[in-house]
């Protein structure tokens, strides 16, 4: 079949994808995304690619994603999720080559109900 023209994929288009598939995966809390982003949803504005970055080229991209995740959740095991689950959607959804998907755990989350439940144990 002949090329009939570019197909250009946005970097954002590529980080709602792969946010999407981060947040179906048990043990993830939310997506991370740093003091600019969090300081953003203040006012209001919330955004799915929050907590991704990601490196589109014309047929292959990288993924950086920035996780809180739960209190009793196995790290190894939700970041081979987060993994998986990207490559897939991301792959087919738009056709490109996922080369990598790094994981950063950055924060925990520790429900209020279990901290006070440890402190009377004390």
């Known amino acids: 079949m002949a090329e009939v023209g570019n197909i250009r994929i946005a970097?954002?288009?590529?980080?709602?994808?792969?946010?999407?598939?981060?947040?179906?995966?048990?043990?993830?809390?939310?997506?991370?995304?740093?003091?600019?982003?969090?300081?953003?949803?203040?006012?209001?504005?919330?955004?799915?690619?929050?907590?991704?970055?990601?490196?589109?080229?014309?047929?292959?991209?990288?993924?950086?994603?920035?996780?809180?995740?739960?209190y009793g959740a196995i790290f190894p095991e939700v970041a081979s999720n987060v993994q998986q689950s990207i490559i897939k959607n991301v792959t087919e959804m738009t056709g490109l080559k996922v080369m990598e998907v790094n994981v950063y755990i950055q924060d925990i989350y520790i429900e209020e109900k279990e901290v006070v439940e440890d402190l009377e144990i004390l």
């Open 11 to 70: 970097d954002e288009v590529v980080a709602k994808v792969a946010a999407k598939a981060t947040i179906e995966i048990d043990g993830v809390y939310k997506m991370s995304g740093g003091v600019v982003e969090e300081v953003t949803e203040l006012f209001g504005k919330k955004t799915l690619g929050k907590g991704v970055k990601v490196e589109v080229g014309e047929r292959e991209c990288s993924i950086d994603v920035y996780l809180v995740v739960e």
